[in-house]
């Protein structure tokens, strides 16, 4: 079978590539699908971890993860039509105004 | 055989987000990163999770990305999004990916001892799971449907069109 460690590397260049993307891209959406990317990075660390302890729990808070994941996307959504509808821009650095 | 599927998969998956990085426009992000949710849904059920690959199947590359690609059918793209300002924010954000790199090279030579143990043969049969979210794990179960009412009310708010009176 396949060794723990293989999925662990990947979960974390998963996880760089989600923050480097959040760091690089400048829309709002795109921004959002990164953090969706880095909390897949984390799932799979959890169900590699669950699978070579041979226990269900690391499984059991992956589907809390994926439920919460449900819920802050369509929250996050809301608040980006929300500052589309004010701003008519969905990049993030032209929501400046509470630059000093 | 199962070194080959993840091979295949993990590779699948680190392009489609490299894609999705690179990729201007947003709808094809969307669709990149659902090539790489269903990836992701393909290794949890090569390590022996397929409830919890079926629903991320069905929940993240399903529901969620439905959503992503309603919101941007909704947003004028080409009004949204202004012509670049000044790109220097990328060399401090490879810089910043690379640090983060370093330390997770650091924990993972710290985690020596799961080096040797490989991904076990049980299967989290959705049998199982359910026994355990349903006795075990059932108060966190009703909290999270409870948060998932919250947010739901919220979002309507949220976007709702006010009337003036």
Do not use: H
Not at chain 2, 12 to 28: D, E
Not at chain 2, 108 to 135: A, C, H, M, W, Y
Not at chain 2, 156 to 165: G, M, P, R, W
């Amino acid at each position: 079978m396949i060794p723990t460690i293989y999925f662990l590397i990947l979960s974390a260049v998963l996880f760089v590539m989600g923050t480097v993307g959040f760091l690089i891209k400048k829309d709002l959406i795109t921004q959002f699908m990164c953090v969706e990317v880095m909390l897949n990075a984390a799932n799979i660390a959890f169900i590699a971890f669950a699978a070579s302890s041979s226990s269900l729990e690391g499984q059991i808070i992956v589907f809390f993860v994926i439920t919460v994941a449900a819920a802050e996307a369509a929250v996050g959504l809301a608040i980006i039509l929300l500052v589309y509808k004010q701003k008519k821009t969905i990049k993030s650095e032209d929501s400046s105004l509470m630059k000093g | 055989m199962a070194v080959f599927l993840f091979a295949l998969l993990s590779i699948t998956c680190i392009g489609s987000i490299t894609g999705m990085i690179l990729c201007k426009n947003q709808a094809y992000c969307a669709l990149f990163l659902i090539l790489a949710f269903i990836c992701t849904g393909g290794l949890f059920g090569l390590m022996n999770a397929p409830f919890i690959a079926v629903v991320q199947i069905i929940i993240y590359a399903g529901a969620i990305m439905v959503l992503f690609i309603f919101v941007i059918m909704m947003i004028d793209i080409r009004q949204g999004l202004t012509p670049e300002k000044k790109r220097w924010i990328v060399y401090p954000s490879l810089g910043i990916g690379l640090i983060l790199v370093i330390e997770l090279i650091f924990v993972l030579n710290r985690i020596q001892d799961l080096s040797g143990t490989n991904v076990s043969e049980t299967v989290g049969s959705p049998k199982i799971l359910g026994k355990i979210l349903f006795t075990k794990y059932l108060y966190p179960f009703e909290i999270t449907s409870v948060l998932i009412i919250a947010a739901l009310v919220g979002a309507i708010v949220l976007v709702k069109e006010k009337d003036n009176k």
